[in-house]
Each structure stands twice: as structure tokens, then as C-alpha cells.
């Protein structure tokens, strides 16, 4: 709504899911091409934080449309504020993937269940007889899949069937993109 020249709307038609999508790749681990769009100049540095980069480009451009008085200042302050939000997010997402659960506390947690386990027929012998078999299977295996599943969603970013789907919802977000700008 603030923009009124074609090219530089089309600029961000572009570059707004550009950053999506490299943020997708960049929490995936998986390798960018030299350049993501064809209409729009991205060389990204893979040495470097690509999604930074992307920020960095849309903040220049911001500056740029500000200097030649394509936006007023408070117009400027706005979408920096948005633009900031975009390496918060990211920032967000790396802090979720980083922090896995400490391998003391999983080795803990096994050795408990199946200690757990183990005392837990003598403690109800007494009061289910033969039925505290079934028991005993039935809570080591919600003990036990509740680990598992601890394990599985450490890095929701990855590609299982079970993570994050980032990409489509990168794929989502331009086509949004489109729809709005």
C-alpha cells in the first residue's frame, strides 16, 4: 500500500519470500543456489549467515526507498520494526535447533523408565495379580514412547515426515506475498 512504483513492488515480491525461503534452507542445512530467483540480483555468501544477508539486502533497499523520499520516516520505522521481526523469528528458529536435549538427561531418563519398570511388578503383584503383566507392558510402553518422541521432535527443522513442514510454508508465504504486493 506504500508503494507505488511497479519495480520497486516487484523487488519485494521477491525478496519477501526470498528470506523465507533461505531461512527454510539455511534451518535445514541444506545447500542454496548461487542465486534463488532469476529477477532479482541475490548472490548469497554460503560462508556467511545467508539469512542475515536477505535481511540485510531488504533493509538497504528500505534505506534506499527512504533516501530517494519514497517513504516518509514513519513509514521507515514501521518496516524496520517488521523487517527486525524477520531476524527475531530467525534468530527464534536457531535457538530451537541448537538446543538439543543434553545426552545426560536422555541416559538419565532410560535407566529410570527401566528401573521404573522393573520394581514396578512387585509393587502391584499383590493387588492385580496375572493382570499386573499387562500393566507393567502397557505403562513401559507409554514410558518408553514418550522418550522416543522426545528424541524424534529435538530438530523439527529437519526433513522426517514428522518435522516442521518450513518449506511449505515457504512456498505458502510467496504466494501470499503475490497475492498482497
Do not use: W
Not at 32 to 50: A, I, M, N, S
Not at 86 to 108: L, M, Q, V, W
Amino acid at each position: 500500500a506504500i508503494l507505488t512504483d511497479e519495480k520497486d513492488m516487484a523487488y519485494f515480491r521477491k525478496m519477501l519470500p526470498a528470506y523465507a525461503s533461505i531461512l527454510h534452507k539455511h534451518l535445514n542445512d541444506s545447500d542454496t543456489g548461487k542465486e534463488l530467483f532469476d529477477d532479482v540480483d541475490l548472490e548469497v555468501d554460503h560462508h556467511k549467515h545467508r539469512p542475515n544477508q536477505v535481511a540485510k539486502m531488504l533493509f538497504h533497499k528500505v534505506n534506499d526507498l527512504y533516501t530517494s523520499k519514497k517513504i516518509t520516516g514513519d513509514q521507515l520505522i514501521i518496516i524496520n520494526n517488521e523487517l527486525q521481526s524477520f531476524t527475531d523469528i530467525c534468530g527464534a528458529c536457531e535457538r530451537i535447533k541448537n538446543t538439543p536435549i543434553p545426552y545426560s538427561y536422555s541416559a538419565f531418563i532410560k535407566k529410570f523408565i527401566f528401573v521404573y519398570v522393573l520394581t514396578l511388578p512387585f509393587g502391584y503383584v499383590f493387588n492385580l495379580g496375572y493382570y499386573v503383566i499387562p500393566v507393567v507392558v502397557f505403562i513401559f510402553y507409554v514410558l518408553a514412547s514418550l522418550e522416543l518422541i522426545a528424541e524424534e521432535i529435538e530438530d523439527p527443522f529437519g526433513s522426517d515426515a514428522n518435522d516442521l513442514p518450513t518449506k511449505k510454508m515457504s512456498e505458502n508465504i510467496k504466494k501470499n506475498v503475490e497475492e498482497l504486493i
